[in-house]
């Protein structure tokens, strides 16, 4: 089995994207962890995970809270899941971190 792991940072050298999965002979078997990490006020913060923790594959929405909202995604192909997963954080990263950011700023 092949574990892979790796953190790419973005342009603004301020949001990366942390991946982590364990493939075998070419097929994804395993998830850990595909993440989009923004950093805000020297600290960062994970703002959008997907995982197959609690027995499925789904996506996180974190809130500046702690709160996160759970949404189901399709993983019964993980190599699907996972080139989705990164492809969505890789699009829409600007729009997570703009939401988290209104979010953090207008609750402190």
Not at 39 to 47: E, F, N, Q, V
Not at 85 to 104: L, S
């Amino acid at each position: 089995m092949g574990e892979k792991f790796w953190i790419q940072d973005f342009e603004t050298g301020l949001d990366r994207l942390r991946v982590h999965f364990i493939s075998e002979h070419g097929q994804i078997k395993a998830i850990f962890v595909i993440q989009y990490e923004a950093y805000i006020d020297g600290k960062w913060h994970p703002i959008i995970r997907f995982d197959e923790a609690h027995g499925f594959f789904h996506k996180d929405v974190m809130s500046p809270s702690g709160e996160k909202e759970k949404i189901a995604a399709s993983g019964s192909d993980k190599g699907l899941a996972l080139t989705q997963a990164i492809a969505d954080i890789k699009n829409q990263w600007r729009f997570y971190r703009q939401r988290y950011e209104d979010k953090y700023y207008g609750n402190k």
